[in-house]
């Protein structure tokens, strides 16, 4: 046995019997900051060059990001120059505030005041580690070590704040993370995160962010979610401070802690799109911002061109989203079982008839289109997708409403195709088949003329006459009947070639269009002995569309005797 896990400690959560988070609920979104540009930037293993930077940043304002870390300036001349590009060529719109990281160290600070001048609105975000492992392992330091270093490091921030703030008018804001927030003591974090707060002068009025991180994911959502409930009530100027989260994802629920995290009173949230970041990444703010969507709340983000922005990402990152990933994978709007399938054309047929402001289909839980996402792609067809999802593919994409009682009949007809394929068949692969068994079968009996007239009879009653021709059997003959419509005459007519066997059972119809005009399209059943078998016509008049779709339900019937035969 692989005795491995002796080596792993359980994480020891704090003692908080009497949490509060549990009972409450989100109800407005958070203030986002996306951290894409630098924490998600440094963890590529190419970090982009400015005119990518340029482009995902003009990409995260407009999907509405008002505070965005743009880098780490002092950490690379590369770094450095970008932010002067930013700010010298005017990136930066009205409204939007660009935060910078800077480790609470002297040179880097001061390099860090340089690489921000000219910028209207910036967040000075600076740190040092408080871990409780890393104490012990890196540092070789004590926790007053720790917290002097980050008081000098406030020191230095607020005095170059105030220069600045003099000089060029720069709206400088304070943000301050006890990196590895969650694997430190919380009193220790809580001591540290109070003499910053005395140090910048953070008043109700000039809240500074206090930002925490969770930078390895080491314990279930709800430990992280305890940790930031105890800091909010033991921190001394809990008014002066706003409540930043910032979880990567290492255990893979990084969502999860944030709205827990959220829940236990954080109000702003640093994440990336789709978790890009270090290791596992950080916390996707797609994800939280959608999952805010998803239950009538407005998330402040719009990612209505989901695409584009999936795009955008995988160019500049060179990281592909996997297909499952929430909201925004090429499969997340798919479904290939067949009672999901079922249960989808349901819950959209119910939405069309009962109009209602709230999405009510099963299996989606939020509209595909308000992603900019379609329909068509929702239903794939493979072997083991029921008759359900032909007939919805057929109707949504196409516009063919197939009477339900075609739907196994022409379910069939995939299934097979798809087993003989081996592979899944697309939209137009599923209308080839409908095109091929429905409307272009034409023998034994081909109908070449067709004339119907109706004639008042004189006491009220109008009966229907029908003429025509039909090739069959290198023949032609002319046939004629009368009925009490046109479906009946026919049928009469029908009688003159011996057709006797088969009766009529069912029909639905509606329009359809095709190019400019639009046309009638008419479902026929018909019963031969035990059997039934379904036609289809389509004309610009009706009643000769019922007509054709009797002739096709024949040929399709006789056909398959010949084949047989
Ligand atoms: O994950 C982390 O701790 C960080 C800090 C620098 C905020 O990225
Ligand atoms: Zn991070």
Redesign the pocket.
Known sequence: MNEGFKKYKAFQPIYLPDRTWPNQRITQAPIWCS?DLR?GNQALVNPMNLEQKLLFFRMLTKIGFREIEVGFPASSETEYEILRALIEEGEIPEGVTIQV?VQAREHLIRKTFEAIRGAKNVIV?F?NSTSTLQRKVVFEASMEEIVAIAVEGARLIRQLTEEERKKYGTNIRYEY?P??FSGTEMENAVLICDRVLEELGATPKEQVIL?L?N?VELATPNVYADQVEYFCRHLRYRDSALISL?P?NDRGTATAATELGLMAGAARVEGTLFGNG?RTGNADLMNLAMNLYSQGIDPKLDFSNMNHIRRVYEESTQIKVSPRHPYAGELVFTAFSGSHQDAINKGVRYMAKHPSPYWEVPYLPIDPADLGRQYEPIIRINSQSGKGGAAFVMQQTFGYTLPKAMHGEFGALVKKACDAAGRELSAAEVFDIFKKEYLTVSSPYHLLTYKIFAKDEGSGEVTVDFEGSVRYDHCTRQISGKGNGPIDAFFHALNTLGLTQYQFVSYSEHAVSSGADSKAVSYIQLRRGQETVFGVGIDSNISIASIKGIICAINRKEGQKQKAI
């Open positions: 951290v924490d990281l975000h740190y993370s990196e590895s930002n991180p930078t910032h990567h270090e």
